[in-house]
């Protein structure tokens, strides 16, 4: 019995993304959001990316077959993270915002 396999923990589905990896349009950083509320497209197209094996250099930015264009501004997801450069913007979900 390898000790590895009785902690499945770190072993995450291989399809499935973090949800806490924000992006935002190409250009617009204010823009920011997490990815999942990118349109379907495009959020296919980031798994994909993502799920490549690494070995290209990292791409600056998304282009999704839709035309839109996004930059990951920041991730908690090593695949991603490794497929992408993080393009630094205001901070996501840090809980202060809901005034309304
Ligand atoms: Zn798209």
Request: net charge positive.
């Amino acid at each position: 019995m390898i000790e590895k396999t009785s902690r499945g923990r770190s072993e995450r589905p291989k399809s499935a993304l973090r949800p806490d990896t924000a992006v935002a349009p190409g250009g617009a950083p204010d823009e920011e959001r997490y990815v999942t509320a990118m349109p379907g497209c495009c959020l296919r197209s980031l798994k994909e990316e993502a799920l490549v094996e690494a070995g290209e250099r990292r791409r600056l930015s998304l282009a999704c077959g839709c035309g839109r264009e996004w930059w990951i501004t920041s991730t908690l997801d090593e695949r991603v993270a490794r497929r992408f450069v993080t393009h630094g913007g205001p901070r996501v979900g840090s809980g202060g915002n809901s005034a309304a």
